[in-house]
């Protein structure tokens, strides 16, 4: 190889300012010309790519904002809110395929034993799932971050269980439009999911975050096996009696949570029982 880049090029090059077709020649040659990449190397400013450098590592380690956090902001929540959301496992893939292969389980399970009160027993339980899933440092990711935001520890807690049991109401819904023909039935496990998660959360600052919900799960599909015993036909949470005590289980549950909100904020510091605090 005898034609090298011309100094005036290289410098040109190494500035940024080399026009095509200069540049192409150019960028074909270094590619395979170790003499002439040296000679560029010290043509750069070493201040100027270290400089460079730091801006692109920079550029690298920001977070990104995702469409769903865009959108969010776009609708008018703040940006911190929606940061805090959009990083909440329940957006994360692991979260939905989780609820997901959950839901088809239970529909799968629904129309082989052709028996819908399945599915009214397990619905209820995937909000209260979800809710309990998205809490404690080996869960969740934004944990750091929880501990840190400059947000009330209550309110916080609050966005996500709403952003939590939405995504989980609205899986369920989707859920309830593969029973056709179960009319309205197929909507009353709304009221039994609300009761189970407030009811998970009224009693984690007691119980910590593991054992709350699961004695609430392990407490609803007793009741359910108990009235399987004794009741003919619809069992009894689904019936118009058993609704009004589960709006009111949701309410009461709903009144407990708002007084212990303070124990909620004293989380990142003390912990919860049972979570492992150091
Ligand atoms: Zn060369």
Do not use: K
């Amino acid at each position: 190889m005898t034609w090298h880049v011309a100094e005036d090029d290289i410098r040109a090059y190494a500035t940024g300012e080399l026009a095509p077709p200069l540049l192409w020649s150019a960028d074909t040659h270094l590619a395979g010309c170790g003499e002439c990449r040296s000679r560029l190397r010290a043509a750069v400013d070493p201040v100027a790519l270290d400089a460079g450098w730091e801006r692109l590592d920079a550029e690298l380690d920001a977070p990104r904002p995702g469409l769903f956090e865009r959108l969010l902001v776009r609708l008018g929540v703040a940006d911190h809110t929606a940061r805090l959301l959009s990083a909440t496992p329940v957006l994360r893939r692991s979260w939905l395929l989780a609820v997901t292969s959950l839901l088809v389980i239970t529909v799968l399970a629904v129309h082989t034993v052709d028996r819908p009160a399945l599915f009214l027993a397990l619905a209820p339980l995937l909000p209260l799932a979800g809710v309990a899933l998205s809490y404690g440092p080996g869960l969740d990711p934004t944990f750091e971050m929880a501990v840190v935001a400059p947000m009330h520890g209550f309110r916080l807690l609050m966005i996500r269980t709403v952003a939590v049991l939405t995504t989980g109401l609205a899986f369920n819904g989707l859920a309830t439009l593969a029973l056709p023909g179960y009319g309205l039935l197929a909507l009353t496990w709304l009221l039994p999911a609300l009761a189970l998660t407030a009811t998970g959360l009224a009693l984690t600052p007691r119980l910590g975050p593991v054992l709350a919900p699961a004695l609430v799960a392990g407490s609803w599909v007793t009741l359910l096996v108990v009235a399987e015993q004794y009741s003919r036909g619809t069992l009894a949470p689904f019936t118009a009696y058993g609704q009004s005590v589960a709006a009111a289980v949701a309410v009461l549950a709903g009144l407990l949570l708002h007084r212990s909100r303070d124990r909620f904020d004293a989380r990142p510091l003390g912990g919860f029982p049972g979570e492992g605090a150091e």
